[in-house]
Nanobody, 121 residues
Framework: QEQLVESGGGLVQAGGSLRLSCAAS????????MGWYRQAPGKQRELVAT???????TYADSVKGRFTISRDNVKNTVDLQMNSLKPEDTAVYYC???????????????WGQGTQVTVSS
């Protein structure tokens, strides 16, 4: 059974930094894409950053140059380093991973429980 555990959220002043981590556990064969999404109050969930198994990354325009996504394929973790945080980055952040349980079968996607990031002005 897949389990995602997120950590690292909190309250920070504008201009500060936070690092989010997400660890996947279970009888995992491999993980395809991993990513971070966020949802602010009254808004739809939006993509923040993704990273493929080969390390290729994509970022939302709003976070380019400030956030960095990384992964550890041995530990099955994905991190999001957030620098120069702004009040508009305030949201619940969710990790998302695509897991293959056996070779040759399609990947299933899973979501973390969410972690609150609040940036004060």
């Amino acid at each position: 059974q897949e389990q995602l555990v997120e950590s690292g959220g909190g309250l920070v002043q504008a201009g500060g930094s936070l690092r989010l981590s997400c660890a996947a556990s279970g009888s995992i064969f491999s993980i395809d894409d991993m990513g971070w999404y966020r949802q602010a109050p009254g808004k739809q969930r939006e993509l923040v950053a993704t990273i493929t198994s080969n390390g290729a990354t994509t970022y939302a325009d709003s976070v380019k140059g400030r956030f960095t996504i990384s992964r550890d394929n041995v530990k099955n973790t994905v991190d999001l380093q957030m620098n120069s945080l702004k009040p508009e980055d305030t949201a619940v952040y969710y990790c998302n991973v695509w897991v293959r349980w056996r070779p040759g079968i399609r990947a299933d996607d899973y979501w973390g429980q969410g972690t609150q990031v609040t940036v004060s002005s």
